[in-house]
């Protein structure tokens, strides 16, 4: 089955750097759009970025994160990545991945990235 596993948050300060980690399984990666979303206790979930599938490779992002936040992926290795730059308090989050198959999206559990001093 789908399945989309989320890694590498953690507690960070202000102004560090992460590398967030989604593999996936079940389905052919290359050929999806890949997603990174965020969300805080109370608030809707903001999409952070995306990209396109193998032939293109193009990415959107928030423009609150545009500039600091790079979105990749590995299709060798079934991964998508989000690295995030010159991190701020208000990043704090859980962030997770998604994809959508035959109109069904798919969610990871998420990974909490915190930004404190």
């Known amino acids: 089955q789908v399945q989309l596993v989320e890694s590498g948050g953690g507690l960070v300060q202000p102004g560090g750097s992460l590398r967030l980690s989604c593999k996936a399984s079940?389905?052919?990666?290359?050929?999806?759009?890949m997603y990174w979303y965020r969300q805080v206790p109370g608030k809707e979930r903001e999409r952070v970025a995306l990209i396109t599938n193998a032939g293109g490779g193009y990415t959107e992002y928030a423009d609150s994160v545009k500039g600091r936040f790079t979105i990749s992926r590995d299709n060798a290795k079934n991964t998508v990545y989000l690295q995030m730059h010159s991190l701020k308090p208000e990043d704090t989050a859980r962030y997770y991945c998604?994809?959508?198959?035959?109109?069904?999206?798919?969610w990871g559990r998420g990974t909490q990235v915190t930004v404190s001093s």
């Open positions: 079940g389905f052919t990666f290359s050929r999806n759009m």
């Open positions: 998604r994809t959508t198959l035959s109109g069904t999206e798919y």
